[in-house]
């Protein structure tokens, strides 16, 4: 599906859906970078990367520093030399709570992870796939970042703005070889979801049911979607948002 030894970058990779996304980069025959600022989980991701056959290189990085995106940038061109696809996938989902009350530091953290933080790194990403002439990028988006949801109201600004950033920055790439499209995740069973919903069988029952399918997704769904959408098969689609949501915002 990929050239032989391509290399894809997967942020936020040391669970969830990022760490299926990294898997499913190494099974699809690149060899892939993974970040976190979780170290531990992080360079056990990457042994399961390696397990798979592929070269991986684990780097320690807080997305929100621009210290260290830069110096995880740097890393892969000194180690790889080149940089294929990026998912810019880390995100947090702060705290949940109506905007009269949503905290300035909860909106701070969240916008400077989700929306800032994948900024620095889409910048990186792109100044060194246009002095490539070629790469495909996957922005992390969400179901959050097409349509409301009460209570999240710095997320879904943060997927929003995600969504927008990845439409510009598509146009601008377009006739360089750069593709850019975002991902809108439904409720994916990851400990983000088990977080909000404290892994309770009424309230995963609630969540099951926003979406037709009446069920939540799976990371596979998702990593699925990303490594196609940054594979030569994906070749003439650019700047969409593709929602991967059991049908949720069809309704
Ligand atoms: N799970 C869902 O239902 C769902 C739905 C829509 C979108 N998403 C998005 O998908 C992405 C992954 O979600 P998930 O459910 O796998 O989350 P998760 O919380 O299970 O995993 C997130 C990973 O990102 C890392 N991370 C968080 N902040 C970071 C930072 N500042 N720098 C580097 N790494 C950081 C964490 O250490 C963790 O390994 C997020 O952007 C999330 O907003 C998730």
Known sequence: MFAQDSVALVTGAATGIGLETALAFARAG????????????GEQAAAQVRALGRRALFVPADVA??????????????TFGRLDAACNNAGIEGELAPTADCTLENFD???SVNLRGLFLCLREQLRMMRDQGSGAIVNMASVAGLV????????CASK????????AA??????????????CPGAIKTEMIDRITHEDP??????AALHPMNRMGTVAEVANTVVWLCSPLAGFVTGQALAVDGGMVAR
Do not use: M, W
């Open 65 to 78: 520093d621009p210290a260290q995106v830069e110096r995880l940038h740097q890393e892969i061109a000194t």
């Open 109 to 111: 953290r969240v916008i």
């Open 202 to 207: 009424a309230t995963e029952k609630q969540f």
């Open 170 to 183: 598509a146009l601008e790439y377009a006739e360089r070889g750069i593709r850019l499209n975002a991902v």
């Open 160 to 167: 929003g703005g995600v969504i927008q950033l990845t439409r």
């Open 30 to 41: 690149c060899h892939v970078v993974l970040a976190d600022r979780d170290s531990g989980r």
């Open 148 to 155: 409301g949801f009460a209570g999240l109201p710095a997320y």
